[in-house]
């Protein structure tokens, strides 16, 4: 039996084989999924041979974000598939779910608070159509929600590996091959469980750069990035180190093809030895009780300051 629940507009039903998918993502977002559905409903449809249908996964939200979806369905035209879950499970995991049910081979990833721009979809087709990357993406703007100002961009680099591996560089707005992601695994599942949510599509490209794939950069603003007190950003940075620490141990045969790279995933080689085993195998170990009971009894600034000097000092001591 389905842990979920889909039900399509006619316009949904009607649309077997689009173009494109577009995979948007609800959690909690009934003050902007409307703003979101409205981007996507604008976009320019020409070179689309199919057209193109939106698939939105709550992941089980408590306010009134699916009341608010299938109102927007009764009244659009626009082909809108709601899939709606039994249990809350994550972001990755409400992703991957969307990936599966979309019936098109190229996804474009939405998240419920951001928006996209009417040449976005046919921008992205063109882009992977003409090339064998494994995904593509164009320049995001930065917006505060509160007075739509720009905040600068993200996304706005060519896919380089060597940068990949130094930091987040690239968001989650993009398109990807449908059957090329679930041939990898999807998303990872576990950001939301054992570590924070937030760099899900992080770990995806690493993951696609790991196994050979490489993205296409579209040097074009495509998208819009809402930036407020919930945005997944705002989030990561007190976990950054362990999240470092994860990667290092799980794409070490990519970190290895770069060893010269004095930071790994944001992090300073010498300050990432002190979330791993050792300085130089960087073997991931999670953080133990003792480890805990040091930072409830110093504080945690003080334990993470102690321990960065340490680390410099075993650097010095075994370059």
């Not at 009134?64 to 979806?69: A, F, G, H, R």
Request: aromatic share 10%; charged share 20%; proline share 4%.
């Amino acid at each position: 039996m389905n842990s979920w629940k889909l039900v399509a507009n006619q316009a949904g039903q009607d649309c077997v084989q689009p173009t494109v998918s577009v995979v948007v993502s609800l959690y909690n977002y009934s003050a902007y999924i409307r703003s979101c559905l409205d981007s996507v409903s604008v976009s320019k449809t020409h070179g689309l041979p199919g057209g193109f249908e939106v698939v939105v996964v709550d992941d089980r939200s408590t306010d009134d974000s699916v009341k608010v979806v299938e109102q927007y369905m009764a009244a659009s035209p626009m082909p809108i598939r709601l899939v709606t879950k039994q249990a809350n499970s994550g972001l990755a995991d409400t992703r991957n779910l969307g990936l599966v049910l979309a019936r098109a081979s190229l996804v474009f990833i939405l998240d419920a608070d951001n928006e996209i721009r009417p040449d976005c979809l046919r921008e992205h087709y063109l882009a992977l159509v003409k090339s064998d990357h494994a995904m593509a993406y164009g320049i995001i703007n930065r917006f505060d929600n509160a007075t739509r100002a720009s905040l600068g961009t993200l996304s706005d680099c060519g896919w380089e590996t060597n940068r990949l591996l130094g930091g987040p560089c690239i968001d989650a707005m993009a398109m990807i091959r449908r059957e090329t992601v679930l041939h990898h695994g999807g998303y990872s599942t576990e950001y939301g469980s054992f570590l924070p949510q937030g760099w899900e599509d992080y770990d995806l490209w690493l993951k696609l750069a790991q196994a050979g794939h490489s993205g296409i950069f579209i040097s074009k603003v495509l998208s819009d990035y809402r930036v407020h007190g919930q945005s997944m950003l705002q989030k990561l940075t007190p976990y950054q180190g362990r999240l470092a620490a994860h990667f290092t141990r799980k794409f070490l045969p990519l970190v290895a093809r770069h060893a010269d790279l004095p930071v790994l995933f944001g992090i300073p080689r010498q300050e990432l030895a002190v979330y791993c085993a050792e300085g130089r195998g960087m073997q991931f170990q999670f953080e133990k009780r003792p480890a805990r009971f040091i930072h409830r009894v110093l504080g945690q600034k003080f334990s993470h300051s102690l321990c960065k000097r340490l680390a410099a000092l075993y650097c010095w001591l075994h370059p």
